[in-house]
């Protein structure tokens, strides 16, 4: 793109209100044509006026076009001291004109001219201003009925390379005529009013209100730009040699390159377009440039697109000069906060930085206007923002770090500075920001949570300890009233049965009391021996090893594995209950051992631990079924039994069997309750230490 519009436009101050149709007369030497060669660059066939001849004289601009066999011409014409609105015939015999007089034969009535064209077989198709479509056919005019559905003048009018003509309604509403045969378009979108219809080829492109559709032959499909979702109101549009598309679009001209090459492979795709306004010299905008309609965009045979927005503007396609220098980029301040910090070097920033400026800027002499750019914060951002003009970049709220900005610019032919320019800075943190705090306070986390653990396990195992307390001073009670009631009571019927024995003479009566007295007697000392039991898990404490290794000495026989006990730790007093209900599953362990396991070695390992104590049964036996393990042996209790006094005293029984691997079982309780006096357990170092017993 050059610097100014004035190195690729023609431009004219004068206000164009209408690109008009008027007569040329013969001989007149206000008006010039130049002849042009063979060959427009219109295609034969196409059937679109082609513009032979556009000039600019005495404040006028001249358009003369000519269908394929010349059979007429019209010239559009920006003259102020005109009405706008004329046709005229090869020889300059005025067919219509916008006086509102009917100049042709059959005196039918055609104001102003908006659009016209030709059909493949010579019928000229005019719309005029605000009265539907009339056709021309052997110089008599004719008005087109349009579908009821459809109504008003068209805005758009085209013929294509088939010879089929588009029409382009206000209502938006689209309809081909092809051989007599009218073929209403829908689109699902909105279309709005249309402004105009152009093609090459096969290619047929609609602009409007709704902005810029294609028509691959059997939809439509919308042209987004790179940069929005759609383009706005679109005026003209013509398709330069190269299959450039250019557009009549507010507020500029619209360049979209190669249009045919990448839009037309995947109609999906954004396309990327350049934009001339007037900081590249047009005059105005094609808005201001409609007052009265008409075309605003027309291409001559030599290539030059001429533009009528807010005056007259031309640009060759083939010549546009490019900028390619790439713009130098500059940082020019950093401000953090409010306050100023030097941005050629490493700059420190203070602690808790809320709001973060940083500006830039970048040297291009064209059009300064146009210079865009793109900025990425390392440590920050993950990609280039955009920042279009604007040449700051506003951070909040960054966190302590080391970061580096960089910024690239383009100049107004988008030609990027990739090197652009940096600044390296970093953040200081805050106290609570660094990393020993957040260790810090990491590890109080895991204190806290740590204590709170430990708080709800000594509250666990003191409930739990408090009830067997409370089973301890239930089997003392019980104890304690056999002995006072049951036994005193019994003992006192026995004196007097016994006084009743010491009166009955000898014979079968004293025999038979006295035998009675036999088995009384036994049942006194089995009551005793029940209430010693109750008293003695109460009394002082029993020693376990001591008892697992008469267990084994009991079961072993002559002929029977060979027995192993190992104690590990000092030996400490267990609870009573703990110390019986351990007793029972060792007991029931250590005889499937040596009744059912076919064993060589038996091992009991006693384990008096500072957490936990433990008690091991392991054998090399043949091992027990996992079946076995899950349900138990059909109508025999032992492992179930083991399990419930297990559970009974908080403990956890394990047990570990493969077919000819030999069995272990283990019975593991917390010392806390295991043991008579529980293991000193600190609840927080700091807070002190806590010791309490059964």
């Known amino acids: 793109m050059m610097d100014s519009f004035h190195n690729r436009a023609v431009v004219k101050s004068a206000i164009f209100l209408f690109v008009c149709v008027s007569v040329s007369a013969q001989g007149s030497d206000r008006t010039t044509h130049q002849s042009v060669p063979s060959g427009s660059h219109i295609p034969p066939g196409s059937y679109k006026e082609s513009c032979t001849d556009v000039q600019v004289r005495d404040g006028r601009l001249r358009a003369t076009c000519q269908n394929h066999n010349g059979s007429w011409v019209k010239t559009e014409l920006y003259d102020p001291s005109r009405c706008p609105g004329s046709i005229a015939n090869l020889n300059g015999h005025l067919l219509c004109d916008a006086t509102h007089q009917s100049v042709a034969s059959g005196s039918v009535h055609i104001p102003r001219v908006l659009r016209l064209t030709e059909d493949c077989s010579g019928v000229l198709w005019v719309a005029p201003s605000n009265s539907g479509l009339f056709s021309m056919k052997n110089g008599v005019w004719n008005r087109f009925e349009a579908p009821p559905a459809i109504s008003g003048t068209p805005e758009a009018a085209f013929t294509d390379c088939m010879g089929r003509l588009w029409f382009g309604y206000r209502s938006g509403a689209i309809i081909i005529i092809d051989d007599g045969n009218i073929q209403p378009l829908s689109w699902n979108g909105s279309f709005g009013q249309h402004r105009a219809i152009s093609g090459r080829g096969r290619h047929i492109w609609v602009g409007g209100d709704f902005g810029l559709v294609f028509f691959d032959g059997n939809r439509f499909q919308p042209v987004i730009p790179t940069d ?9 549009i013509e398709e330069d040699r190269d299959g450039g598309l250019w557009l009549g679009h507010y507020p500029g001209v619209i360049h979209i390159a190669e249009i045919d090459r990448r839009y037309l492979r995947d109609s999906s795709c954004r396309v990327l377009y350049e934009r001339f306004d007037s900081l590249d010299g047009l005059p105005g905008n094609f808005r201001s440039g409609s007052v009265w309609g008409g075309v605003q965009e027309i291409q001559g045979t030599d290539g030059k697109i001429w533009f009528a927005a807010g005056g007259l503007a031309w640009l060759d396609p083939a010549h546009i000069s490019r900028n390619l220098l790439p713009p130098p980029v500059s940082i020019q301040s950093l401000t953090a906060d409010g306050k100023p910090y030097p941005y050629w070097t490493n700059s420190a920033l203070p602690p808790l930085t809320r709001n973060l400026q940083i500006r830039f800027t970048a040297l291009s002499l064209s059009i300064p206007e146009r210079v865009r750019f793109r900025y990425r914060l390392d440590g920050f951002d993950s990609d280039w923002q955009d920042a279009g003009v604007r040449r700051e970049a506003v951070y909040a709220n960054l966190s302590p770090h080391k970061y580096r900005f960089h910024v690239i610019a383009s100049n107004n032919d988008g030609v990027w500075n990739e090197a652009g320019a940096s600044v390296d800075f970093y953040i200081l943190p805050a106290y609570y920001q660094t990393a020993w705090f957040r260790l810090a306070c990491a590890a109080a986390a895991l204190l806290l949570l740590w204590a709170t653990y430990q708080l709800l396990v000594q509250q666990l195992e003191r ?3 408090v009830g067997l307390e409370a089973r301890l001073n239930e089997r003392t009670r019980i104890a304690r009233d056999l002995h006072d009631t049951l036994l005193q009571s019994f003992q006192g019927l026995m004196l007097r049965l016994q006084l009743v024995d010491d009166l009955l003479p000898e014979g079968k009566a004293k025999n038979q009391l006295e035998k009675t007295l036999q088995r009384a007697d ?12 109750l008293r ?5 404490p029993r020693d376990l090893a001591q008892a697992v290794r008469s267990l084994g000495d009991e079961f072993a026989t002559e002929n029977s594995a060979t027995f192993h006990l190992v104690v590990e730790g000092a030996a400490r007093d267990l609870n009573p209950i703990i110390c019986d209900e351990t007793y029972l599953i060792t007991r029931e362990a250590l005889r499937n051992a040596f009744s059912h396991a076919r064993a060589h070695h038996i091992e009991a390992e006693i384990v008096y631990g500072q957490r936990a104590f433990r008690l091991r049964i392991r054998d090399d036996g043949q091992g027990i079924p996992a079946q076995i393990l899950e349900e138990g042996r059909p109508g025999h209790y032992g492992l179930l039994g083991m399990r419930e006094r297990a559970k009974q005293v908080g403990g956890k029984l394990d047990f570990w069997s493969r077919a000819g691997a030999g069995t ?10 295991a043991y008579r006096t529980t293991v000193t357990r600190s609840f927080l170092p700091l807070l002190g230490r806590k010791r309490w017993g059964l």
């Open 228 to 236: 929005a979702t759609k383009f706005g109101s679109v005026f003209g």
């Open 522 to 533: 036994e049942a006194i000392r089995e009551a005793r021996r029940a209430v010693y039991d």
């Open 463 to 465: 409930r739990f300890a």
């Open 664 to 673: 272990e079982i283990e019975i593991s309780i917390s010392g806390s309750v």
């Open 536 to 540: 003695s898990s109460t009394a002082a």
